[in-house]
């Protein structure tokens, strides 16, 4: 099972950028896939999902509006649109998958701590400074 992010970089606030996760190596349909960053000393702050709960997508408070969760599933890709970046910390943006049975019947839509997940990609860097 592979999971590799793209798409992080530099951006100046009030920027958008595109994150990527091409996923290899296992069923694509039978997974929930979520986003997840951690800035540097902190912990992991779940971002979004695709799929979990009752389906279709959530998001984060924080940055619901702002941040649009979508996939190809012909290519196993999951994409991350982030717009209007306000200036804070560098985060690492994760994308992270769990087997949909795992939480069948449940309410759980999307977490933040690394046993909730199956497997895990190793991030992509974003930095928010002009």
């Known amino acids: 099972v592979q999971l590799v992010e793209a798409g992080g970089g530099l951006v100046q606030p009030g920027g958008s950028l595109r994150l990527s996760c091409a996923a290899s190596g296992f069923i694509y349909s039978d997974y929930a896939v979520s986003w997840v960053r951690q800035a540097p000393g902190k912990g992991r702050e779940w971002v979004s999902s695709?799929?979990?709960?009752?389906?279709?997508?959530s998001y984060a408070d924080p940055v619901k509006g702002r941040f649009t969760m979508s996939a190809d599933s012909t290519k196993n890709a999951i994409f991350l649109h982030i717009n209007t970046l306000p200036p804070e910390d560098p985060s690492v943006y994760y994308c992270a998958v769990v087997h949909l049975g795992r939480y069948h019947g449940t309410d759980w839509v999307g977490g933040s701590q690394k046993d909730e997940y199956d497997y895990w990609g190793q991030g992509t860097l974003v930095i928010v400074s002009s």
């Open positions: 695709l799929g979990s709960g009752r389906g279709g997508t």
